[in-house]
């Protein structure tokens, strides 16, 4: 059973950094893309990064390109989102998402592409 596990969130204050980390499990994390969507509250739920299989490609939302960097860890079977420079706009629910039986280089980055979701973990970014 694929299992998501979201940690690492909390409250900052606007200009800090934290980073977010999904710990994977039941499944072969080596062969699933994954990537972070977020929610915030009254809002759908967006894209914010994705890493492909292979992990040589990744792709972010404009609203967070040269802020966010996705990165993962095979061996550890663990996603991660370090997130620098953060604002009040970045507070959401971060979920972590996988989707499997993709070519190497795809990077999901709709809602439709994911198979498996975390529970969400809440970052809160105050002025």
């Known amino acids: 059973q694929v299992r998501l596990v979201e940690s690492g969130g909390g409250l900052v204050q606007a200009g800090d950094s934290l980073r977010v980390s999904c710990a994977a499990s039941g499944f072969r994390f080596g062969l699933y893309a994954v990537g972070w969507f977020r929610q915030a509250p009254g809002k759908e739920r967006d894209f914010v990064a994705g890493i492909s299989v292979s992990g040589d490609t990744t792709n972010y939302a404009d609203s967070v390109k040269g802020r966010f960097t996705v990165s993962r860890d095979n061996a550890k079977n663990t996603i991660y989102l370090q997130m620098n420079s953060l604002t009040p706009e970045d507070t959401a629910v971060y979920y972590c998402?996988?989707?499997?039986?993709?070519?190497?280089?795809?990077?999901?980055?709709?809602?439709?592409?994911?198979?498996?979701w975390g529970q969400g973990t809440q970052v809160t970014v105050s002025s």
């Open positions: 998402a996988a989707t499997w039986n993709r070519p190497a280089s795809f990077v999901p980055t709709e809602e439709a592409d994911i198979g498996a």
